[in-house]
């Protein structure tokens, strides 16, 4: 069955600490690989698509990576305004987009 | 260029009634998508609908429909409502090269419908 996981589920950071999310997939071939960000009470807001492993994607204080298995969205020296729900989503090869459950991202000043 | 429009943006409904949620994809954008969004289960995917025909189904009852209009514009509607389809209803556009175009195309939101029902 396919499934995309995501940890941790929630993650608090003090501005300027660096970390990293993870997002996990078993499906039955990858099209692509989308992360979003959701703010509350909005649609989620996309990202990065990445398509094969080894791809590399960056964006202001993200950077996000692909391997066979797994993504990683790194957040460098992270601030506020990047507190956010980042969701990661995969496009079978049956074209059904499914999503994680997220990961919540709390940004303390 | 405008984003995807969704209305009505907030509704409260009772149980047993039905509701129509509307959506109007980013021009040019003849794929339409709809998920429904909970704590408990987060986004989950209900249908796709290219040139007005359903290319995609998710695992959800027969009580939630969809469809598609000539303008790509997309209505679903929920009928015989359960406390359960309490939810946020996400629908998103995609740009679609054809029917048989498979590729990771980029899906944009909108806001959404909240739903309640009581």
């Known amino acids: 069955e396919d499934q995309v996981t995501q940890s941790p589920e929630a993650l608090r950071l003090q501005e300027g600490e660096s970390s990293s999310l993870n997002c996990s997939y078993t499906?039955?071939?990858?099209?692509?690989l989308f992360w979003y960000r959701q703010d509350p009470g909005k649609g989620p807001e996309f990202l990065f698509t990445l398509y094969s492993a080894g791809e590399e994607k960056e964006k202001e204080r993200l950077k996000a990576t692909l391997t066979k298995k797994e993504s990683f969205l790194h957040i460098t020296a992270p601030k506020p305004e990047d507190s956010a729900t980042y969701l990661c989503?995969?496009?079978?090869?049956?074209?059904?987009?499914?999503f994680g459950p997220g990961t919540s991202l709390s940004v303390i000043p | 260029k405008a984003g995807v429009t969704q209305t009505p943006r907030y509704l409260i409904k009772t149980r047993g009634q039905q509701v129509t949620l509307s959506c109007s994809p980013i021009?040019?954008?003849?794929?339409v998508s709809w998920y429904q969004q909970t704590p408990g289960q987060g986004l989950q995917f209900l249908f796709e609908?290219?040139?007005?025909?359903?290319?995609n189904k998710g695992n959800f009852p027969g009580r939630f429909s969809g469809r598609q209009f000539s303008n790509s514009r997309s209505e679903m509607n929920v009928s015989t409502l359960e406390l359960g389809d309490s939810a946020l209803y996400l629908c998103?556009?995609?740009?679609?090269?054809?029917?048989?175009?498979?590729?990771?195309?980029?899906?944009?939101f909108g806001a959404g419908s909240r739903l309640t029902v009581l």
């Open positions: 609908y290219f040139s007005e025909t359903q290319r």
């Open positions: 989503a995969v496009k079978t090869s049956y074209d059904k987009v499914i």
């Open positions: 499906v039955s071939g990858l099209r692509g």
């Open positions: 021009s040019g954008h003849r794929s």
């Open positions: 998103a556009s995609s740009y679609r090269g054809g029917a048989r175009d498979s590729g990771a195309n980029v899906l944009t």
